[in-house]
């Protein structure tokens, strides 16, 4: 009975660690910002390496390297957000602007400029309305 | 495993079960680690390099706790420990180097 719970708590942690370093992984390849990706690997990895280490730690049961495996995963979960949020202000500090909703819309006209050449013709009577 | 079963040896398949679910998991990691190598190559700034060198050493973190359950190597939780000390600190340092360079670092 008890070994079953274990196996199944051991089993449900490490799919779950796996799901959201995999959810990790994605953001940080396809984010568009330094920032954004930050935000991914300072949360969701954060907590896919805690529900691993869990896992290790549900797994060894209670014996002496049981100890390092806590100690780890509470230095993980203090670590991590605070260096991926040291990266974020030396970002911001080398004077990466951060990608705003304004920009995602200028990139988007830009783009539907590239694909239909109407599209840029009425933009750039609006440009020039305004600019009269 | 061993041919005399006793009832007090029933529950050794499941621990077995246990350890072998550590080394596939591993290789997963593995994998996901391989795919996070992209953003540290072609990443456009520093930081962003920087950014996914740590999430590759945490997963090398978690890829060491995990080896070291399913290969019965106790001693890897020890470099993972020190593995993660030198993450942390590798991330704090360049970070800070890229603001003010030549200053301590």
């Known amino acids: 009975m008890i070994d079953q719970l274990q196996f199944w708590a051991v089993f449900l942690c490490l799919a779950f660690g796996l799901f959201f370093t995999f959810v990790s992984t994605v953001g940080v390849l396809r984010l568009p910002d330094v920032y954004s990706r930050a935000h991914t690997a300072s949360q969701t990895d954060t907590l896919g390496a805690g529900l691993s280490l869990a896992a290790v730690a549900l797994a060894l049961g209670w014996e002496s390297t049981t100890i390092y495996t806590v100690l780890l995963l509470f230095f993980v979960f203090l670590t991590n957000p605070t260096a991926a949020h040291a990266i974020a202000r030396s970002a911001a500090e080398s004077g990466i602007t951060p990608l705003t909703a304004e920009d995602e819309l200028e990139s988007e006209t830009v783009d539907d400029g590239a694909s239909a050449p109407g599209d840029t013709a009425v933009n750039a009577g609006e440009e020039g309305g305004d600019h009269a | ?105």
């Open chain 2, 1 to 105: 495993m061993s041919p005399p079963l006793s009832p007090a040896a029933l529950p050794t398949p499941e621990n077995l079960a246990l350890t072998e679910l550590f080394v596939p998991a591993a290789a997963l990691f593995v994998v996901l680690a391989i795919m996070l190598f992209y953003r540290a190559v072609a990443g456009p700034t520093t930081q962003d390099r920087l950014l996914a060198v740590n999430v590759l050493g945490t997963n090398t973190v978690v890829i060491l706790a995990l080896l070291s359950v399913g290969l019965d190597e106790p001693w890897f939780l020890d470099v993972a420990l020190v593995y993660a000390l030198l993450n942390f600190l590798m991330a704090i340092a360049i970070s800070k180097f890229t603001v003010e360079r030549g200053g301590v670092l």
